[in-house]
């Protein structure tokens, strides 16, 4: 006698000793019959031991019977006991693995009886005979051992209940020598949704698949997203995965290369109250990158004003603006401008803006202030992205713009500084051919 189970990841045939334990096998099939076990998961499953079902409630503690569940029905629940006594066979033992046995209930306090009722399990390994004349033993699988194979590989969380539930499909009775009891009614249809109402999947499920396929690509999308956020938190690219670009921020571009920071915060400030707003610019040549961010003090400025000024005509270049999708706001400040570490004062002795090497004492502190500096540490000691006043970005835009209208070649600090190594260069150079010119006369004489 024999049953088959349609379960998520393979099927499962298994012969029933109905002669040694008639009635086990009784309630089993008869539980079978009546689809109790359909979409039942398996909540326990240990590796190498056992996969445990047969709890519609899925927590270990629930399912009964055949005859109780009848009386239920009835109306006559106390008529009819929970549990029913183990068959207990000398010769059925838990040598090999797909031995089937009922979970014996303990009894509770001495007042409530134990026994078993509908939760099985299935063993996972051979010679598992500590569970000997603990549980009847009533089963042995003949097809299907790949399936065991793959319920012991599942990954469970930490009660043993795997994280991709792994359920009983159907379950269809290939024999049944047994009459019906009385009163046991067939439903007429078979369940559609599990009886312990659980939102997991099971391993062969897409939970897309009911979907219209417009609202499944969406929600991929939205997986895909999230998926992409926490990897970037785990690299350290974002705060936190569920972070959101702000919504106050406008992303400007197309811009002029001659538009400056206090002309676009003009423009946009009919809108409302700007709290910063800056065109980026490249840190080492100074020259407009052509796109800028415009912070708002409130989100509804903003809408207003990306409706408002999309495809304006600023410096007669029509610019384009978005919302911005950046969440470097958060961690950062946009800057474009360099800020001078510790005693190197602005102005000071050395080369370049800001002093250079001029302000330290010796190389050796050079060394420590820039392992010890925050941020990108240029050839002169001096750090970028940290945000400066605002006068040197506004007297350095109005200098660009004004070489550039006039039709002369702008020249950034860097461009002096490496003019002044070439002279340099140069004089060393004239000094050793000088030096090599008097070592020579003194060899001839």
Same mark, same amino acid.
């Given at each position: 006698?024999?049953?088959?189970?349609?379960?998520?990841?393979?099927?499962?045939?298994?012969?029933?000793?109905?002669?040694?334990?008639?009635?086990?096998?009784?309630?089993?099939?008869?539980?079978?019959?009546?689809?109790?076990?359909?979409?039942?998961?398996?909540?326990?499953?240990?590796?190498?031991?056992?996969?445990?079902?047969?709890?519609?409630?899925?927590?270990?503690?629930?399912?009964?019977?055949?005859?109780?569940?009848?009386?239920?029905?009835?109306?006559?629940?106390?008529?009819?006991?929970?549990?029913?006594?183990?068959?207990?066979?000398?010769?059925?033992?838990?040598?090999?693995?797909?031995?089937?046995?009922?979970?014996?209930?303990?009894?509770?306090?001495?007042?409530?009886?134990?026994?078993?009722?509908?939760?099985?399990?299935?063993?996972?390994?051979?010679?598992?005979?500590?569970?000997?004349?603990?549980?009847?033993?009533?089963?042995?699988?003949? @097809?299907?051992? #790949?399936? !065991?194979?793959? &319920?012991? *590989?599942?990954?469970?969380?930490? $009660?043993? %209940?795997?994280?991709?539930?792994?359920?009983?499909?159907?379950?269809?009775?290939?024999?049944?020598?047994?009459?019906?009891?009385?009163?046991?009614?067939?439903?007429?249809?078979?369940?559609?949704?599990?009886?312990?109402?659980?939102?997991?999947?099971? @391993?062969?499920? #897409?939970? !897309?698949?009911? &979907?219209? *396929?417009?609202?499944?690509?969406? $929600?991929? %999308?939205?997986?895909?997203?999230?998926?992409?956020?926490?990897?970037?938190?785990?690299?350290?690219?974002?705060?936190?995965?569920?972070?959101?670009?702000?919504?106050?921020?406008?992303?400007?571009?197309?811009?002029?290369?001659?538009?400056?920071?206090?002309?676009?915060?003009?423009?946009?400030?009919?809108?409302?109250?700007?709290?910063?707003?800056?065109?980026? %610019?490249?840190?080492?040549?100074?020259?407009?990158?052509?796109?800028?961010?415009?912070?708002?003090?409130?989100?509804?400025?903003?809408?207003?004003?990306?409706?408002?000024?999309?495809?304006?005509?600023?410096?007669?270049?029509?610019i384009w603006v978005d919302f911005s999708q950046s969440v470097a706001r958060l961690n950062t400040h946009w800057s474009n401008d360099i800020k001078i570490g510790p005693r190197l004062g602005r102005g000071g002795g050395g080369r370049g803006r800001g002093g250079g090497f001029g302000g330290l004492e010796n190389l050796e502190e050079t060394r420590r202030y820039r392992e010890g500096s925050r941020g990108a540490v240029n050839g002169y000691g001096m750090v970028f992205d940290v945000p400066e006043d605002r006068?040197?970005?506004?007297?350095?835009?109005?200098?660009?713009?004004?070489?550039?209208?006039?039709?002369?070649?702008?020249?950034?600090?860097?461009?002096?500084?490496?003019?002044?190594?070439?002279?340099?260069?140069?004089?060393?150079?004239?000094?050793?051919?000088?030096?090599?010119?008097?070592?020579?006369?003194?060899?001839?004489?």
């Open positions: 006698m024999s049953v088959l189970f349609e379960t998520s990841l393979g099927d499962i045939v298994i012969d029933l000793e109905v002669e040694a334990c008639p009635k086990t096998c009784e309630n089993f099939l008869k539980l079978c019959k009546v689809y109790y076990y359909n979409l039942n998961a398996f909540f326990n499953v240990s590796k190498d031991f056992l996969a445990q079902a047969g709890d519609p409630s899925a927590t270990g503690t629930g399912g009964e019977s055949i005859w109780s569940l009848i009386a239920s029905k009835q109306g006559q629940q106390q008529q009819a006991p929970r549990y029913f006594s183990p068959e207990f066979v000398p010769r059925l033992k838990h040598k090999a693995r797909g031995t089937v046995s009922m979970a014996v209930a303990p009894a509770i306090d001495g007042t409530r009886g134990g026994g078993c009722g509908s939760q099985f399990f299935i063993t996972l390994a051979d010679e598992i005979d500590y569970l000997d004349g603990k549980h009847a033993v009533f089963g042995h699988v003949v @097809e299907g051992l #790949d399936t !065991l194979e793959k &319920l012991n *590989e599942v990954f469970t969380d930490q $009660e043993g %209940r795997p994280l991709k539930d792994v359920r009983i499909r159907h379950v269809e009775i290939l024999d049944d020598p047994f009459e019906d009891p009385p009163g046991l009614v067939v439903p007429e249809s078979i369940p559609t949704s599990p009886p312990d109402n659980s939102t997991r999947i099971a @391993e062969d499920e #897409d939970p !897309l698949a009911t &979907l219209p *396929e417009e609202e499944a690509e969406a $929600e991929r %999308r939205k997986q895909a997203a999230r998926a992409s956020a926490l990897t970037l938190e785990m690299v350290g690219d974002l705060p936190f995965a569920n972070v959101r670009p702000p919504e106050n921020v406008l992303f400007v571009c197309k811009l002029n290369a001659v538009t400056r920071d206090e002309d676009l915060e003009l423009i946009f400030s009919r809108f409302g109250t700007i709290m910063s707003c800056q065109v980026i %610019r490249d840190k080492k040549t100074g020259d407009s990158l052509q796109y800028a961010f415009i912070e708002f003090d409130k989100r509804e400025d903003a809408e207003q004003a990306y409706f408002k000024m999309q495809n304006v005509l600023v410096d007669d270049r029509r006068h040197r970005r506004r007297n350095r835009s109005r200098s660009v713009t004004r070489d550039k209208e006039y039709g002369r070649r702008s020249r950034s600090p860097q461009h002096r500084d490496r003019g002044e190594r070439e002279r340099h260069r140069s004089r060393s150079r004239d000094h050793n051919r000088h030096s090599r010119d008097h070592y020579d006369h003194d060899r001839r004489r």
